[in-house]
């Protein structure tokens, strides 16, 4: 087990080789942050949020940002107020909020620039 305040090896998620996969959409969304000056916090913490959301699409064979939908928005929702952490205690609403917020603004980024092709 690693010590605390162990910085570890960022997860494989997705497959990083399929343009127009997830993975390629949030590093490209993550480049566009750079590129709009956003803070090094903000980009890691949308990295993060994002990145667990993935995984959980991913863990249901959603591969594409386009097989989204909003019931399947709306069941990461429910995981989110089901989740427990560690002790045992349900997420805040705030939390939750915290994991949902970068999600609506990766998908908004995403149709922003669909719309331009």
């Given amino acids: 087990m690693p010590w605390k305040g162990a ?4 997860p494989v ?7 127009d996969g ?5 590093n490209r969304y993550l480049d566009w942050l750079q590129i709009q000056d956003y803070s090094q916090a903000t980009i890691k913490g949308r990295d993060h949020y994002l990145s667990v959301f993935i995984i959980w699409c991913d863990e249901r064979s959603l591969k594409r940002p386009n097989e989204i939908t909003k019931p399947i928005l709306e069941r990461y929702q429910r995981h989110l107020y089901l989740h427990r952490k560690k002790d045992g205690e349900p997420l805040t609403f705030r939390s939750q909020h915290t994991h949902l917020v970068p999600i609506r603004a990766w ?3 995403i149709l922003s620039l669909t719309h331009l092709y």
Avoid: W
């Fill in 7 to 10: 910085i570890l090896p960022k």
């Fill in 13 to 19: 998620i997705g497959d990083p080789n399929d343009p």
């Fill in 22 to 26: 997830m993975v390629a959409y949030l």
């Fill in 107 to 109: 998908f908004n980024q």
